[in-house]
């Protein structure tokens, strides 16, 4: 396949690495059997692009989906994921003869607005954990094969997906010192690293857009580079995605640059989950959506290459959470918010909030009326003081925190 598109990159990092991700730190179930996926995509009206009516939730993606023109369905954009996959839930809407004991389903049609992919297998795989972290229900996962055979586009500033046909695509931006290849279909970048306290390093990053997370460190990497977050200013912490709600350590570094781009103070999240000996002591960590929504960022998995190009939200200040708590979403239609963790030490903590407890109201709006993301969303802004009703052993109470900047 012609590669003259790569004479608008300053470098191409080429690397032969072979490797596997933590399932927490890639946001994923285990990884999935690649699937022979080979066949080109076909563009409506004999075209060669398309734009998906992408749904953003918080930083995630997710795209309607039919199987065989049958029930549409959102499925999860994830550069990630070996796979692509539909959850067992979604089956008996796929017009296809299949039933949810299936583990495949052969020779089906993925439609997408503009676009049919044809699989000559689809797994079908649940992932357990997904709708009570992320707020919404599971139905399926667009993986390395879907990404395989496109062009994708993710313009995280104007919230817009691109696809293009890869024989005809040239890219024609400005981007100036881009780094970014794939080992085998996994995508990565190489980055240059400032931390508090320690040299400044270089090394690869995951790059996983179904990982709402800015940047995580692996443990096997922080490890064996005696990267130690007690070295500066660190604080605990707990997110649902993250290692599965496990505690995690969360950090300013001094700077995060990208061949010519440099982020000044991105918070980052140190795993310290026991390393395994299988994962890659030359893979720093992941990098995920709540970093890359500074970028327009293009997969060209056809031609081995990343491309990212800043965008208004490059030089943003990022900001955490200032809770303390960590919350999920559970019950009918997922509004019922629970605490799982409180950190001790935080505007949760002072405010007398435990785990276990139920979000049933923020300043006088129900709950119900919420979702997970905006909750989320309202606890990351600075100095707001929010009365919550809580209810607690069946009883409701009101609860006044005060949010503060915690790193």
Same mark, same amino acid.
Request: glycine share 8%.
């Given at each position: 396949m012609?590669?003259?598109?790569?004479?608008f990159?300053?470098?191409?990092?080429?690397?032969?690495l072979?490797?596997?991700?933590?399932?927490?730190?890639?946001?994923?179930?285990?990884a999935?059997a690649q699937?022979?996926?080979?066949?080109?995509?076909r563009?409506s009206?004999?075209?060669?692009?398309?734009?998906?009516?992408?749904t953003?939730i918080?930083?995630?993606?997710?795209?309607?989906?039919?199987i065989?023109q049958?029930?549409?369905?959102?499925?999860?954009?994830?550069?990630?994921?070996?796979?692509?996959?539909?959850d067992?839930?979604?089956?008996l809407?796929?017009a296809?003869?299949?039933?949810?004991?299936?583990?495949?389903?052969?020779?089906?049609?993925?439609n997408?607005?503009?676009?049919?992919?044809?699989?000559?297998s689809?797994?079908?795989?649940?992932?357990?954990?997904?709708?009570?972290?992320?707020?919404?229900?599971?139905? %399926? !996962?667009? *993986? +390395?094969d $879907?990404f395989? &055979?496109?062009?994708?586009?993710?313009d995280?500033s104007? /919230?817009?997906?691109? @696809?293009?046909?890869?024989?005809?695509y040239t890219y024609?931006?400005?981007?100036?010192?881009?780094?970014?290849?794939f080992a085998?279909?996994t995508p990565?970048?190489r980055a240059?690293?400032s931390?508090?306290g320690?040299?400044?390093?270089?090394?690869?990053f995951v790059?996983?857009?179904a990982?709402d997370?800015?940047?995580?460190?692996?443990r096997?990497?922080?490890?064996?580079?005696?990267?130690?977050?007690?070295?500066f200013?660190?604080?605990?912490?707990?997110?649902?995605?993250?290692?599965?709600?496990a505690?995690?350590?969360?950090g300013?570094?001094?700077?995060?640059?990208?061949?010519?781009?440099?982020i000044?103070?991105?918070?980052a999240?140190?795993?310290?989950?026991?390393?395994?000996?299988?994962?890659?002591?030359?893979i720093? %960590? !992941?990098i *995920? +959506?709540g $970093?890359?929504? &500074?970028?327009?960022v293009?997969?060209?998995?056809?031609h /081995?290459?990343i491309? @990212?190009?800043?965008?208004?939200?490059?030089?943003?200040f990022?900001?955490e959470?200032?809770?303390?708590?960590s919350?999920?979403a559970?019950?009918?239609?997922?509004?019922?918010?629970?605490i799982?963790r409180?950190?001790?030490?935080?505007?949760?903590?002072a405010?007398?909030?435990?785990?276990?407890?139920?979000?049933?109201?923020i300043d006088?709006e129900?709950?119900?009326?919420?979702?997970?993301?905006?909750?989320?969303?309202?606890f990351?802004?600075?100095g707001?003081?929010?009365k919550l009703?809580?209810?607690?052993?069946?009883?409701?109470q009101?609860?006044?925190?005060?949010?503060?900047?915690?790193?």
């Open positions: 012609s590669r003259r598109c790569t004479i990159l300053i470098f191409i990092c080429t690397l032969a072979s490797f596997r991700l933590e399932p927490a730190l890639r946001g994923q179930s285990p999935l699937q022979e996926n080979t066949e080109p995509a563009f009206y004999s075209g060669n692009a398309a734009q998906a009516p992408a953003f918080s930083n995630l993606i997710f795209l309607p989906v039919s065989n049958g029930k549409p369905s959102l499925f999860e954009l994830d550069s990630a994921a070996s796979a692509t996959s539909v067992p839930s979604r089956v809407d796929a296809v003869p299949a039933d949810k004991s299936s583990s495949t389903i052969q020779n089906c049609v993925l997408l607005p503009g676009l049919a992919l044809p699989m000559s689809l797994a079908v795989a649940a992932r357990n954990d997904f709708s009570t972290q992320i707020g919404v229900p599971y139905q %399926g !996962t667009l *993986g +390395a $879907f395989s &055979r496109l062009v994708v586009v993710i995280y104007r /919230q817009t997906i691109q @696809l293009y046909d890869p024989a005809t024609s931006g400005a981007a100036k010192g881009v780094q970014g290849t085998g279909t990565l970048v240059k690293i931390i508090p320690h040299k400044t390093l270089e090394a690869d790059v996983n857009t990982l997370s800015s940047i995580v460190f692996s096997t990497f922080t490890d064996s580079h005696g990267i130690s977050p007690n070295r200013k660190t604080i605990p912490a707990s997110y649902p995605s993250v290692d599965a709600g505690k995690i350590l969360l300013r570094l001094k700077a995060f640059q990208l061949g010519g781009y440099t000044e103070e991105p918070v999240a140190f795993s310290q989950s026991n390393p395994s000996s299988a994962q890659s002591k030359n720093a %960590g !992941t *995920g +959506a $970093f890359l929504r &500074r970028f327009t293009i997969f060209d998995l056809p /081995q290459r491309i @990212l190009e800043p965008n208004l939200q490059f030089n943003k990022a900001e959470d200032m809770s303390g708590l919350i999920v559970k019950g009918t239609g997922l509004r019922t918010f629970e799982v409180v950190q001790p030490g935080t505007p949760g903590a405010a007398g909030i435990r785990e276990g407890d139920v979000i049933a109201g006088e129900p709950a119900a009326d919420m979702t997970l993301t905006a909750i989320r969303d309202l990351r802004q600075v707001h003081r929010y009703l809580i209810e607690r052993n069946g009883k409701t009101d609860i006044v925190v005060q949010m503060k900047r915690l790193i």
